[in-house]
């Protein structure tokens, strides 16, 4: 490491950041490998000093990407702050800030991505993270003055969480590295999740996030690879964990990320799918569910049938549960807006597809809904066609063995993101 540099004021400081990267003979190895550690040493000595909000490390960050030197050796410096990382004694904010670029280099271009992983990335990331948790558990007991300390981490995890977060989200992430993935490491997301606005906790999103990536990921990797699905062992297990149940309703309803929408679908049809865990909402948590998929499925434009018979196959589960027979919740709009998907409305704006048809079709073969007056439910088809079975959870003395001896419907498709065109129904708005 380079020697401590002492600034009388942040001016200077700011132009010594400004002019550190330049050089005339950038191509040298050597000399890129001492400004890269010189200009990370330096600004992670002056966080809290002249660096002070996200602001001015967003504002070196984008110093240190665009240099010449960092564009000449990219792939060595991404591998570089990533052996930084795997430091156990080295200082939180040269940490942070490593993190911070790795994540804004990767938010700038997501082929970087790629690279982040090829050099161990989500082996690194783990290896943080769950060293922050632990510390971050150790420190919820401890009443001392660790307020700063804690504070710290949090914004590291916060950042890698983002970044693992994104690797999940467009990479394949291997059985190798999931296997990674310990009960702790779920377990203390799944404990620390709160109810709070996510404009004013980062980290608690962040985790959820993560969370949902990680499921995917696992869900992705069963298809051919026995391996336990840790996320939704875990939802089995430890059905306490109410304020998980509470964040997939909360973010489900404020979300527009079509991506994450899909993400929260894909748990959600595993809880309702197993018998384990269908039962884990509320009656009125079940109501909430019900109104949001309405208005989504009101929402969506011709081009989104993906995402809307996404939102079809969830829906088929959430309305099997026995307490809408009684109640007969939003009967009328669910049975005018699926009879339209079903191709079964005098108006047609617009074409429904067969697989659309058909989703909406066993989503209204549902007794309670099927039900009428003249008993007409005899024609509805049959709610087994087009299923598929969901993965079972493996390889575990507490795997759930006890699937819905029910045909469940098709898992939610492979995500892909889309556009949004909002109609001009009435329909219940989204929470802020």
Known sequence: METDLIFPNGDEFWKYIENTLSCENFDDYHIANRKLVTFIKTVADHVQIYITNDQDIYRCGVYLINSPIYEAHRIFCISKMLSFLNIDLLDQNFKLFVSYVLLLDCKNDASILQVVQDYQGFHVLYKNLHQNFENLAIFSNDEGGERQTIAVIKKICTVQLDLMFQMCKYLSISVEEL???????VNYIFESLVIIDADEDVFNFAKFKVILSINEQFM???????????????????????NFSEC???????EEDRCLQIMISKVLYLIFTNKTTS????HNDLNVLVDVLLRELTDLSEEEESIRNTFLRVLYPILKCSQFENTLYKKDKLKSLLGYFAGQSESKFWHQTETTKRLALRCLSIKWLALEDDDSASNSPSPTKDTLTVPEVNNSSTSINSISKRQPPPAPLPRKCFGRNNSNQHIPQRTR
Do not use: C, G, M, P
């Not at 336990?228 to 059905?239: D, M, P, R």
């Open 179 to 185: 296997s990674l993935i310990d009960t702790f490491f």
């Open 220 to 242: 992705i990797v069963s298809r051919e690879n026995k391996i336990e699905n840790k996320v939704f062992q875990t939802i089995a297990t430890h059905t306490t964990f109410r």
């Open 248 to 254: 997939l309703l909360v973010y489900f309803n404020r």
């Open 279 to 282: 039962e884990l909402f509320y």
